[in-house]
């Protein structure tokens, strides 16, 4: 019997983008459905989303976004991250959730593996962290060592926001990419589907359209815009080019000598900045001099 499993990640508060991809879902006959972490964060209707997947009654990882989210709700991070400007969007998407969900997504475990004998292991980041990115630029040496830490032949993760299909002497690595807020360029909710043939694994990288504009409308009606600031800024132009803004922008303002979340510096940011430039380049434009 053939197998289907659907895996999709970092959705990260963007219930439009989601509906997307639970409507080609839908049409794909899968035998499973498995989240890959980061529903929340990083945008501004989080509750909405984590109500849709406990519906869907999908299994899931969590991500490094469900333990900032939950250690900002428990304020449990440093003293100051509870009052300064720059953690506002942060305070924000917390408070956003409601009590049953911030349960909910605490009950996530850090990894899941396909049913049945599926030899499919899903983690939001790698086996060692939910903070480390696996991409193109991962040693095979290092996804080697991952590779001997579970039983599974098939790695499958997210957290880069950069899908990537990648056959190693260790084994096959997917990094399935963001359905809400991808970095590769192509700003369509991405997610992707392995089907289990005799042998090997087949992996689809699929991408859907969505009305990115209408979710972004939502930044203004629910406040987020208000009250995240520069954060919620940098976020609609990320969702818009599916590049980096909000990192860049933080790393730029430090070595500019700004102060952090200053809006005023966002138009000289935009001016020099360009979406998907090298490092390199990154790093020439924001060294003084
Ligand atoms: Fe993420």
Not at 104 to 123: K, Q
Not at 126 to 154: M, Q, R, Y
Request: glycine share 8%; proline share 6%; with cysteine.
């Amino acid at each position: 019997m053939t197998v289907r499993v659907a895996v999709l990640s970092d959705i990260h508060a963007n219930p439009f983008a989601l509906a997307a991809v639970v409507d080609d879902i839908a049409r794909q006959n899968v035998d499973e459905v498995i989240v890959g972490g980061d529903m929340v964060g990083r945008g501004p209707l989080g509750s909405e989303v984590v109500a849709r997947i406990q519906d869907l009654g999908w299994p899931g990882v969590r991500g490094n976004h469900e333990d900032y989210t939950l250690n900002f709700r428990r304020q449990n991070v440093e003293p100051d991250w509870l009052t300064a400007r720059e953690w506002a969007a942060s305070r924000w998407m917390a408070a956003e959730l409601l009590p049953d969900q911030i349960d909910f997504i605490d009950t996530l475990p850090f990894t899941l593996a396909a049913s049945g004998d599926a030899s499919l292991r899903v983690f939001h980041g790698s086996p060692d962290s939910h903070c480390e990115g696996l991409g193109v630029w991962t040693d095979n040496a290092i996804i080697e060592s991952h590779f001997n830490k579970i039983e599974e032949s098939v790695l499958v993760c997210g957290h880069t926001h950069r899908p990537m299909v990648r056959e190693t002497p260790g084994g096959l690595v997917v990094n399935v990419g963001s359905v809400g807020l991808p970095f590769n360029g192509d700003p369509r909710a991405q997610y992707a589907i392995f089907t289990q043939k005799r042998d090997h694994w087949e992996v689809e990288l699929r991408q859907v359209d969505y009305d990115r504009e209408a979710f972004l409308k939502t930044y203004k009606t629910t406040g987020f815009m208000d009250a995240g600031g520069v954060t919620a800024e940098l976020l609609t132009h990320e969702i818009r080019h599916a590049r980096p803004f909000l990192v860049p922008f933080i790393k730029w303002s430090e070595a500019t000598g700004r102060e952090p979340a200053d809006m005023d510096a966002m138009p000289e940011f935009l001016e020099v900045f360009r979406p998907g430039m090298s490092k390199r380049d990154f790093i020439k434009m924001i060294t003084p001099g």
